[in-house]
């Protein structure tokens, strides 16, 4: 069975950091992109950041770019979402993904992790 594991969630004051981190098991996505989505209180869920299976290839949604940075480890089959300069608008579960399909979607998805930025 897949499962993906967020951790590192948390409450944080607005200009600090968090490490969200997912671990995959039951597969192995070293050959598959990987992500990080949110979704904020009465919002759709959104795209954050994407990362090749290489690592050599990263995009971010404008609003967090030069503040988020996503990476991966594949011998761990993990994948890392380092945030600074968090912001109140920040404040939304966060999902990590893996796996994506020919239709242009993710297949696999974690249970998310609470992310809330005080002001």
């Known amino acids: 069975q897949v499962q993906l594991v967020e951790s590192g969630g948390g409450l944080v004051q607005a200009g600090g950091s968090l490490r969200l981190s997912c671990a995959a098991s039951?597969?192995?996505?070293?050959?598959?992109?990987m992500g990080w989505f949110r979704q904020a209180p009465g919002k759709k869920r959104e795209f954050v950041a994407t990362?090749?299976?290489?690592?050599?290839?990263?995009n971010y949604v404008d609003s967090v770019k030069g503040r988020f940075t996503i990476s991966r480890d594949n011998a761990k089959n993990s994948v890392y979402l380092q945030m600074n300069s968090l912001k109140p608008e920040d404040t939304a579960v966060y999902y990590c993904a893996a796996w994506l399909n020919s239709l242009g979607s993710y297949t696999y998805w974690g249970q998310g992790t609470q992310v809330t930025v005080s002001s």
């Open positions: 990362i090749s299976s290489s690592g050599n290839t990263r």
């Open positions: 039951g597969r192995t996505f070293s050959t598959d992109a």
